[in-house]
């Protein structure tokens, strides 16, 4: 049985769609694929085991499987109900805790954050149709992990954000050359807010509504580059220029090496 939520929202509307199947014993890696290509969302998530609260998760968007997908993981624990969850992904083991109003917040693998080589960036830039001259020079680009992996950029004004036109067939190459999943476009609003978007060209979507992987991996940029507390909540705006607005709450707590990514799923009731 294939459930659809949308992820970080309150809304069917709004958010990021996911697929969700938490039966997903009986399936081949070729039937995942095909699930989650007929359904079109940008991920779908399988529960392939079950042992007490701890779940074999696989992710899969529709040309390829994802090592780790944020808003998928948060779709599939308000599916299966409050409590606390262990998602044992490609990446690792993700604690998943669900509230009884419908808040999941996952704890991330402990992010890293590596330079961006100038000639990786200069093809990024180029691909994007962005100029040196359109970057905050004070959040200076980075590839950040945090189970999967994004180059961050970061754009000078909202309004460079919102003009998001790219080569999608020579982005794609770059992100599928590189490993990179999305990339993490940013413009920093206030201190501890951000809008983002996130293209999505490797996993057959132009652009992610949601996207909890790279808010993770965001986070830990931040962290890295102390640009933010080491006690600090961010807010997250994604979606809006997509007309699926989405709000996403990352919270670094001191001594905990991962991050922590929270949001509301709710169903997206059946056409």
């Not at 392939?48 to 390829?64: C, Q």
């Not at 590839?143 to 000078?156: C, D, E, K, N, S």
Request: with cysteine.
């Amino acid at each position: 049985m294939i459930e659809r939520y949308a992820a970080f929202t309150d809304s069917p509307s709004g958010g990021n769609p996911a697929g969700v199947v938490l039966d997903a014993s009986g399936l081949t890696d070729a039937d995942m694929l095909r699930i989650a290509a007929d359904l079109g969302y940008s991920e779908t998530a399988f529960v392939t085991e079950r042992a007490g609260e701890r779940y074999r998760v696989r992710y899969f968007s529709p040309l390829t499987e994802i090592p780790f997908c944020g808003h998928a993981t948060v779709a599939t624990a308000v599916a299966l109900g409050p409590g606390e969850h262990r998602f044992v992904t490609n990446v690792g083991e993700v604690p998943v805790i669900v509230d009884t109003t419908g808040v999941a917040t996952l704890t991330s693998v402990p992010p890293a954050v590596a330079e961006l080589p100038a000639a990786d960036l200069a093809a990024l830039l180029t691909t994007l149709g962005w100029s040196a001259e359109d970057l905050d020079p004070e959040l200076p680009p980075r590839v950040a992990y945090a189970g999967a992996f994004h180059p961050v950029i970061a754009a000078g004004s909202r309004k460079r954000l919102a003009e998001l036109d790219y080569d999608v067939p020579a982005l794609k190459a770059l992100m599928t050359d590189r490993d990179w999943t999305t990339v993490q476009l940013v413009f920093r609003a206030g201190p501890d807010s951000f809008d983002v978007r996130n293209p999505f060209p490797i996993g057959g979507v132009y652009e992610d509504p949601a996207t909890g992987a790279a808010a993770a991996a965001l986070g830990g940029y931040l962290r890295e580059l102390g640009l933010v507390p080491d006690d600090a909540t961010l807010g997250l705006r994604q979606g809006d220029d997509l007309g699926r607005p989405s709000r996403i709450t990352v919270r670094l707590v001191p001594g905990e090496p991962g991050v922590r990514v929270s949001g509301r799923a709710v169903p997206i009731p059946a056409e």
